[in-house]
């Protein structure tokens, strides 16, 4: 292979060049504090709001509802601990889903240690949560409901606007954890009639450690972060001034780009999966066909679950980079992924699957590339497992 093929644009993506470009100057002359009252002070708030105006334009959204915080963690942490500590009153029941990323899914946990009930939907046996089993999980106290708009794991993409209709219909609120949904498929929190989204920079050709929550004009939080004041005193902290330009930035390419960008990568991913299919005999897409993200994939291997990694390592060695779940899962690497098992993949089905990630940098040439080893990697595993 002649260079090294990067298909994990789920768990990041590489920084664009432009976005690059456009946060140089606030990483070295242009230093000041957007907080001060000076000119450098000034330059620093003049570009900080410029970002929020691109960042707004994006989801359909007004700059005050757009919050910068330091990832999509935070944005998810600030939705659902912000939500439950505002008022006085204690927290009350939560319904999220089974298939959350853990900065959700953990979040909710610790909700749950502090006294907060919590419903955890299971999606269908296309990764799908269907609207029936959040009418039937809802509880009278039930003020908040958390759904994410596209899985990290599967790509699949959630009905996020029927799912708020319902939430709403029963006086709840609605968040979504759109980190993986933004810039690929349309974000429109107007149309989706959601409360409050989350996203991260670095899911967009942007830099890490930057992201943001839209909180809907009207909604009440209470800050997890004290001190300063800044970002309307929800979340302290002096601006990543770079880190925020960049993704303002990002959401504006995003917003003029993304709609071609997804068109070639459907292409790109659906001869992707089409050429697995064909060529290894014992590949299985997980997820539903259609309702993913353009550009994501993720595969089973009929009884060589437990080689998962061993293939991703193999890919690797060949000049792919592909994933084993999410990215967390280096930390994990072995155990079930949960979302499958939710999904009702059995658990060694679940220990085994494969993300491939297509993204803007992506061509038909590394796609025909990886076609080109992919199948003789199976087949080679499958031998050395029927030895066993
Ligand atoms: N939510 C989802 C769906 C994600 O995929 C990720 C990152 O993988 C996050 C949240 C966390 O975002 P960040 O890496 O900016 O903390």
């Known amino acids: 292979m002649a260079g090294r093929i990067y298909f994990d644009n789920a768990a990041t993506t590489p920084l664009d ?21 000076h000119a450098e002070g000034r330059l620093a708030r003049r570009a900080v709001d410029e970002a929020r105006r691109f960042v707004a334009r994006l989801i359909n959204a007004l700059p005050e509802e757009v919050l910068f915080t330091g990832s999509g963690t935070e944005a998810d942490n600030l939705a659902l601990r912000g939500f439950e500590r505002r008022g006085a009153q204690p927290p009350g029941p939560i319904v999220t889903t089974a298939i ?8 909710c946990r610790h909700l749950q240690s502090r006294g907060a009930e919590v419903a955890y939907l299971r999606p269908n046996a296309d990764g799908i949560i269907d609207s029936e089993s959040l009418r039937q999980a809802l509880r009278p106290a039930t003020r908040l409901v958390s759904v994410m708009a596209a899985n990290n794991v599967t790509g699949v993409v959630q009905p996020v606007a029927e799912l708020a209709a319902i939430a709403h219909g029963h006086g709840s609120l609605f968040h979504t954890d759109a980190v993986q949904a933004l810039g690929r498929i349309p974000v429109d929190v107007e149309a989706w009639g959601v409360d409050l989204l989350s996203l991260s920079a670095h899911k967009i050709y942007g830099p890490k450690g930057v992201g943001a929550l839209y909180v809907r004009k009207g909604v ?20 990543n001034v770079a880190g925020i330009v960049g993704l ?47 550009g994501h994939v993720c595969l089973g291997l009929a009884g060589q679950e437990g080689e998962a990694i061993r293939l991703l390592l193999a890919l690797d060695e060949a000049g792919v980079a ?5 990215a967390c899962s280096s930390n994990h690497a072995g155990e079930p992924s949960s979302v499958l098992t939710a999904m009702g993949l059995d658990p060694l089905r679940a220990r085994g699957s494969l993300r491939i990630s297509l993204g803007r940098f992506n061509s038909e040439d590394e796609v025909r590339q990886f076609l080109g080893v992919f199948p003789a990697l199976c087949a080679s595993l499958r031998r050395a497992t029927s030895r066993k």
Not at 17 to 37: D, H, I, K
Not at 220 to 236: D, H, M, T, V, Y
Not at 265 to 282: Q, T, Y
């Open 322 to 326: 592909v994933s084993s779940g999410s």
């Open 100 to 107: 959350e990323h853990p900065a959700v899914l953990e979040t």
């Open 17 to 37: 060049g432009r976005v690059a470009e456009a946060m140089r100057p606030y990483e070295t002359g242009t230093f000041g504090n957007p907080s001060s009252l």
């Open 220 to 239: 009440s939080l209470a800050p997890i972060l004290f001190g300063g004041g800044q970002e309307r005193s929800l979340r302290s902290a002096t601006e």
């Open 248 to 294: 303002g930035r990002a959401a504006d390419i995003a917003r003029l780009e993304a709609a071609e960008d997804a068109c070639r990568l459907v292409s790109l991913r659906d001869r992707l999966i089409d050429g697995v299919l064909n060529d290894v005999p014992n590949a299985y897409l997980i997820g539903h066909r259609f309702l993913r993200l353009p």
